[in-house]
Nanobody
Framework: QVQLVESGGGSVQAGGSLRLACTIS????????MGWFRQVPGKEREGVAT????????DYAGSVKGRFTISQEHGQNMVYLQMNSLKPEDTAMYYC??????????????????WGQGTQVTVSL
């Protein structure tokens, strides 16, 4: 059974930084793409950042460009989301997701077929 395990959430003051990590455990096939999404209660989930492992392409939401960086642990099914200059509006539950098999790798893709349980990020003034 494929599982995505997230870590690194927490509370931070505005302007601070956090790094989220996500790994796929007990996988049976290589992930083509991994990404991060976030959701605030009462709002739709939004794509934050994605990374295509083969093409090395990244895609970011406009609201996080220049502040967040997605990266891959070398040769591993593991990604990080470095979040700098955090703002209160970044407060959300952050979810790691993966595309196992064929699919599009961007923040608008509906091909992410495996999801983590989420990790809370809270940014206060």
């Amino acid at each position: 059974q494929v599982q995505l395990v997230e870590s690194g959430g927490g509370s931070v003051q505005a302007g601070g930084s956090l790094r989220l990590a996500c790994t796929i455990s007990r996988y049976t096939s290589w992930a083509n793409c991994m990404g991060w999404f976030r959701q605030v209660p009462g709002k739709e989930r939004e794509g934050v950042a994605t990374l295509d492992f083969a093409l090395r392409n990244t895609d970011y939401a406009g609201s996080v460009k220049g502040r967040f960086t997605i990266s891959q642990e070398h040769g591993q099914n593991m990604v990080y989301l470095q979040m700098n200059s955090l703002k209160p509006e970044d407060t959300a539950m952050y979810y790691c997701a993966a595309v196992l098999g064929r699919g599009f790798c961007d923040i608008g893709s509906g091909d992410f077929n495996y999801w983590g349980q989420g990790t809370q990020v809270t940014v206060s003034l």
